[in-house]
């Protein structure tokens, strides 16, 4: 006999970009515009600080919390970047942003609570929700340009509001909140019981100033913030990030960080702090020109879309073929040999996601195929 699972458990489905993407890998020479990770590779510099670790037999059990000197240096980075004032108390590396945000969640939610989520959102959001009983409130942002609108948000918050989530830059989207939309929300969850969840993954790699929550320092015990090493540093197999919050709330996420993965690995921290001295700039320029790239080609063929000033997505609108996203996606693949994410996995429907974490001649042939794509509907 089959025990019963975990309930929430049970309610899960495997990612619909997963799925999408296995469809395209089985479609022989489709072009994919699916992939969320850099083509580049990890820098030498910082694989080179990794072999040394390696090499010093930094092999042994580290702190939870991550490295002093890493969470030093990342303190100073946060501060001479963004004007932040953690301390090394209030940092914890964590197994890239995916498990901070795991913890941020988990550890601050109850079964009941309600999360306000911006759609169209990154899935995982509503994911570790529903793992920990959580009711998602999604707010929808499609018809204010991906801005938050604030008195949509005044009304969605209840006394049983626990936390919003912020993303800016935005996947899907790309678009980056306004100063406007932020003291918008300002406005809505000051002095209110409410944690602000600020999923800062994309915020190195913006074409435009990137105005950042985490910036009204009057507000931070309310703030939780989720960086990762995955996004501007090539490195996503590494599985490295780091989240920052109020002593006293971090004190406690230690517990559940430490019950879950004890600490992430000694010899992969040598080389986040070698990451955090890296130039980005280049790598900005290259995803910029294909930002460019893309919008001119999805701007002929008629596509419509927000304009991204970060992150590496675009996000147009198929509402005029009268599809819904899922079998848009399905034909693009089976008859016009390219894949797109569509909008239904992040819960904005009438939108596909295009990715250009590839070459110039691959967003090229892939979007060539989906202007004769569109030409057959
Ligand atoms: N947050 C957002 C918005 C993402 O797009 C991703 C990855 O695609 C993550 C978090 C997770 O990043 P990591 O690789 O650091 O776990």
Known sequence: MLPAMNRELLTLEPS???RFTALARATPGCAMLTIGEPDLNTPEPIKTAC????????????????????????????????????AENEVLITHGATEALFVAMRGVLNPGDEVIVPTPAFGLYETIARLAGAVVVPLDTA???????????????????????????????????????????????????????????????VYAPCPLFARFRALREQLLVVQSFSKPYAMT?????????????I???????????????????????????????????????RRDRMLAALDAMGLPAARPEGAFYVFPSI????????????????????AAVPGSCFGAEGYIRLSYCCSAEQIDTALARLAAFLKTL
């Open 16 to 18: 619909g970009i997963r």
């Open 51 to 86: 072999k040394q670790a390696l090499d010093a037999n930094k092999t042994h059990y580290p702190v939870n919390a991550g490295d002093l000197e890493l969470r030093q240096a990342v303190c100073a980075f946060e501060a001479a970047r963004n004007g932040y004032d953690y």
């Open 143 to 205: 018809r204010t340009g991906f801005q938050i609108d604030e008195a949509a948000l005044q009304a969605a918050i209840t006394p049983k509001t626990k936390l919003l989530v912020l993303n800016s830059p935005n996947n899907p989207t790309g678009v980056v909140y306004t100063q406007a939309t932020l003291e918008g929300v300002r406005r809505a969850v000051e002095g209110r019981p409410i944690f602000v969840l600020c999923d800062d993954v994309y915020s190195q790699l």
């Open 237 to 249: 197999g590494w599985r490295m990030g780091y989240l920052m919050g109020d002593a006293r709330v």
């Open 251 to 289: 004190e406690k996420l230690l517990l559940y960080h430490a019950a879950t993965v004890v600490s992430v690995a000694s010899y992969a921290q040598d080389a986040c702090i070698e990451a955090l001295r890296q130039d980005v700039a280049p790598t900005v320029r290259l995803y910029r020109a």
């Open 319 to 338: 509402a005029r073929y009268g599809l819904s996203s899922e079998e848009f996606c399905t034909r693009a693949i089976t008859e016009g040999r390219v």
